[in-house]
């Protein structure tokens, strides 16, 4: 399975068992089973720890670049925290739900390289 085929895959919202049903019921309200399938996706308190760890790394990847520009052209300390914390906010939705959506794959994805011999 390629890189694109998983990333489309989590675009769509598609479940990693079925790639049928949606993982999202709306923007951030996630099904407990897939509606397709019945794939738990909901597997229990503390499963999307992990998706926190991949949010805070893709947010510092968003976040990095625009601070540094900031630095270099030479901006008011109130804009270099500003602008960063004002992106963060307003992005933070979709990171939430892509970061969910990426380790439910990967999760599924890893359970089953390790099934297979």
């Known amino acids: 399975m390629t ?4 990333f489309s895959k ?7 068992q079925c790639l049928k ?4 019921e709306h923007f951030l309200q996630m099904n407990e089973n897939c509606p397709h399938c019945s794939y738990l996706i909901q ?5 999307f720890v ?8 893709l947010s510092s990847l968003v976040i990095m670049p625009v601070f540094l520009v900031l ?8 804009l ?9 906010i307003l992005l933070q939705p ?20 390790k099934k297979s011999p």
């Open 3 to 6: 890189s694109l085929n998983i």
């Open 80 to 88: 270099m925290i500003a602008v960063p914390l004002l992106i963060l």
């Open 10 to 16: 989590i675009f769509n919202n598609l479940c990693p």
């Open 21 to 24: 049903g949606k993982v999202f």
């Open 94 to 113: 979709f990171m939430i739900r892509f970061s969910r959506l990426l380790w439910i794959h990967l999760d599924y994805n890893l359970a089953q390289s």
């Open 71 to 78: 630095i270099l052209v030479g901006t008011s300390y109130f």
């Open 43 to 47: 597997k229990g308190s503390g499963y």
């Open 50 to 57: 992990i998706s926190w760890f991949i949010n805070y790394i």
